[in-house]
C-alpha cells in the first residue's frame, strides 16, 4: 500500500518539466506503442498482398482516403502528450506500416511537426502482406545507438513469413535502454491452433532479451507490440516469462507485464468483439525500472503506471462497433476513424539532474 501511495503522490504532482518534491525534481517520460491499422501508401508493390491498398483494389484506396489516414495517425499521436509529457512520448513503437514513407508522412503533419519525431533506421520485415514495426523517437530524451532485427522461423514450415522482431538500443534520459517491437502471427485458424507460432515469437523475444543483458546487465529493457494474444495467455507467460506482480520480478532478468492487471482485474483492453475486450498491445519490461520503486529517491527511470489510451475520440459511437475503437473501415465501408486497437502506454520517473 506505501508503496501504491508514493507512485500516486509522485504521478499527481508531477509538473510539465518538473516536480519540486523534498528538495528534488523529476522528470516524466512516456514509452508508447500503437497499431496504426493497416497504414498503407496508394501503390500496389507486391501484387495480390497489396491490391487490396489501391485504387482499383476492394478498399479503393486512393490519395484522398490515405492523407486522411495519415492526418488522423498524427492527431492521434499528438493528443497524447500531457501535462507532465507536453512533448509526447519519448519512444513509440509502431506496426502495421508499409514502409518508412509512410511514417515520414505522419511525423511531417502539422500537429507532430513540433515535436520533430525522428524515425528509427527502417527495416523491410519477409512478411507477405508487406507490414513492418517501427520505432518513433523525440531526439530530446532518446538517442538510437543500435538497431538489429531478428527474423522468426518456424520449424517445419520453410514458407512461413511475418514481421521481424525490431530491437533499439539507444539512450534514454542518458540511461541505456533497449526497446524490442513486435507483432506476433495472427490467430488465423482459430486460437489454440495457431498458438504455437506466438509461443515461438515469446522463445525468440526472451532469448533476444537474454542475449541483451548478457552483453550488458545494467540496461532497461522494453518490450512492446500487438501480439494478438493476452497477457495470460502462455506465449506471454511462458514463452517470455512476463509476470503478474511486481513482487515476482526479482533481477534485471526478471520481466513485469503491467497490463495483466489492467485487463485481468479491470476489464479493460485495446480491442474488442462482441462484448469482450483483448489486450494485445502490451508494454513489458525487466526489472530494471522497478529497483527505485520502495525508495524516495528515483536516481533512475522508475515506473509509475501503465495505461490504456481509449481516449474518446478514439472509441465508435455508434452501430455494432459502439464503445470499440474506432477503426479506418468497417464492413468495407470507410468510415475515416483512426485504428482497430487503442494505443498503450507506460510512464516513468527520474530526478532531474
Not at 548478457?214 to 497477457?231: A, E, H, V
Not at 455494432?320 to 476513424?337: A, I
Amino acid at each position: 500500500m506505501r508503496k501504491l501511495i508514493l507512485l500516486a503522490a509522485i504521478a499527481a504532482l508531477l509538473m510539465p518539466t518538473a516536480l519540486a518534491q523534498q528538495n528534488k525534481r523529476y522528470n516524466m517520460y512516456g514509452v508508447m506503442f500503437y497499431n496504426l491499422e493497416n497504414l498503407f501508401d496508394t501503390i500496389n508493390n507486391n501484387g495480390r498482398y497489396d491490391e487490396e491498398f489501391s485504387p482499383r483494389g476492394a478498399r479503393q484506396w486512393n490519395g484522398t482516403k490515405y492523407w486522411q489516414k495519415v492526418h488522423n495517425m498524427a492527431y492521434a499521436i499528438s493528443q497524447m502528450a500531457t501535462k507532465n509529457t507536453p512533448m509526447g512520448p519519448a519512444i513509440i513503437g509502431v506496426c502495421e506500416i508499409e514502409n518508412e514513407t509512410v511514417l515520414q508522412d505522419v511525423v511531417r503533419q502539422p500537429e507532430l511537426r513540433d515535436w520533430h519525431l525522428q524515425i528509427a533506421p527502417y527495416h523491410e520485415s519477409p512478411d507477405r502482406r508487406g507490414v513492418d514495426v517501427g520505432v518513433l523517437y523525440n531526439p530530446r530524451y532518446f538517442r538510437v545507438l543500435n538497431v538489429t532485427n531478428q527474423t522468426l522461423e518456424i520449424e517445419g514450415e520453410p514458407n512461413f513469413k511475418t514481421r521481424d522482431q525490431m530491437c533499439v538500443t539507444g539512450l534514454l534520459a542518458g540511461e541505456k535502454v533497449s526497446v524490442i517491437i513486435n507483432h506476433w502471427p495472427s490467430r488465423l485458424g482459430g486460437e489454440e491452433a495457431s498458438s504455437y507460432k506466438r509461443e515461438a515469437a515469446g522463445r525468440l523475444a526472451r532469448r533476444t532479451i537474454d542475449s541483451l543483458l548478457r552483453d550488458d546487465p545494467n540496461q532497461g529493457i522494453f518490450f512492446m507490440g500487438d501480439l494478438n494474444d493476452d497477457p495470460m495467455n502462455k506465449s506471454c507467460t511462458e514463452a517470455l516469462g512476463a509476470r503478474k506482480y511486481t513482487r515476482d520480478v526479482k533481477t534485471v532478468h526478471d520481466l513485469f507485464n503491467p497490463f495483466w492487471h489492467i485487463l485481468e482485474d479491470k476489464g479493460i483492453g485495446t480491442l474488442g468483439y462482441r462484448g469482450s475486450w483483448n489486450l494485445f498491445d502490451q508494454i513489458i519490461f525487466n526489472g530494471y525500472f522497478l529497483k527505485h520503486q520502495d525508495s524516495k529517491n528515483k536516481p533512475t527511470l522508475t515506473f509509475v503506471r501503465a495505461e490504456v489510451l481509449n481516449r474518446d475520440f478514439l472509441i465508435s459511437k455508434e452501430g455494432t462497433r459502439e464503445g470499440y475503437p474506432h477503426r479506418t473501415f468497417s464492413s468495407g465501408v470507410f468510415l475515416n476513424g483512426y485504428s482497430d486497437h487503442f494505443p498503450t502506454e507506460i510512464f516513468l520517473v527520474k530526478e532531474a539532474q
